[in-house]
């Protein structure tokens, strides 16, 4: 069955795409409301996905408005969550998580109080999405439990938005990773991925004060799936996964700088 966009009808649309590939069925067409060739929506489905499974997923030719992301962000804030394993990339946890890659990164920041304040302030001003081709939007939603969000990503010729919602936030004193070291204190917050989201899993981003030697951590860790269309095109997506861990750790280290 195709799914086409409410309001719009075929013959008045400037231009479709419509094609079928590995049982699934794929409309592009303009968003309903906004000018024609400047956004469109991609709504998936396949006979092998549950209805709640069916992706709407929204790219732009050039960047969104502020209008157009308060739209869709509003859109996305009585959705679940796109996977069961919620909260799953606490610490001790993500080690049960099966079917998913995994993701670790890390990098050392400093050392002492003054640099992990600095660097949870950097956290809670989203400092680690600063990176040109990748951003949050909105940029001052506050870090809280349940905020909605979207990853605003430029991705060739077109920009995607993509839905995700914070899980938990981290501010306490707790052990170290291993038994015979110092407490670490660890401020920090994951979020997870939303129906509208190319890909499904949860994201923790920490910043570590390790107390045994005053050294100050940024820490990435990750599980996730593709959804169907970034699984057609799994060796970009991985790529593009590590090209964002890598640049976020660069732009927590030039936010201290």
């Known amino acids: 069955m195709w799914y086409l966009i409410p309001g719009w009808r075929a013959s008045?649309?400037?231009?479709?795409?419509?094609?079928?590939?590995?049982?699934?069925?794929?409309?592009?067409l303009p968003t309903v409301g906004l000018r024609p060739n400047l956004s469109a929506t991609i709504v998936i489905n396949s006979a092998n996905l549950r209805p709640s499974s069916k992706l709407a997923l929204m790219f732009f030719l050039r960047?969104?408005?502020?209008?157009?992301?308060?739209?869709?962000?509003?859109?996305?804030?009585?959705?679940?969550?796109?996977?069961?394993?919620v909260g799953a990339s606490r610490h001790g946890d993500v080690e049960r998580v099966e079917g998913y890659t995994i993701d670790h990164q890390r990098i050392k920041l400093g050392v002492g109080e003054n640099t992990f304040e600095r660097a949870a302030d950097?956290?809670?001003?989203?400092?680690?999405?600063?990176?040109?081709?990748?951003?949050?939007?909105?940029?001052?939603?506050?870090?809280?439990?349940?905020?909605?969000?979207?990853?605003?990503?430029k991705l060739f010729p077109l920009w995607s938005l993509n839905a995700c919602r914070i899980v938990y936030v981290i501010d306490e004193d707790g052990p170290a990773m291993n038994a015979d070291d110092a407490p670490v204190k660890r401020f920090g917050f994951a979020y997870g991925t939303l129906r509208d989201h190319a890909e499904r899993g949860e994201e923790r981003f920490t910043?570590?004060?390790?107390?045994?030697?005053?050294?100050?951590?940024?820490?990435?860790?990750?599980f996730s799936q593709p959804n169907l269309l970034a699984k057609l095109g799994y060796p970009l997506t991985r790529r593009l996964q590590k090209r964002f861990a890598r640049d976020s750790l660069a732009a927590m280290v030039k936010a201290l700088s």
């Open 12 to 28: 008045r649309l400037p231009w479709a795409i419509l094609f079928h590939a590995f049982s699934v069925k794929i409309c592009i």
């Open 63 to 85: 960047a969104p408005s502020d209008e157009q992301i308060r739209q869709f962000i509003s859109s996305q804030r009585e959705q679940r969550f796109s996977y069961p394993e």
């Open 122 to 153: 950097a956290l809670r001003k989203w400092k680690h999405f600063c990176l040109g081709w990748v951003r949050i939007v909105p940029p001052d939603t506050a870090v809280e439990a349940r905020a909605t969000v979207a990853v605003l990503a």
């Open 207 to 222: 910043i570590e004060w390790q107390g045994n030697d005053d050294s100050v951590w940024y820490d990435i860790l990750a």
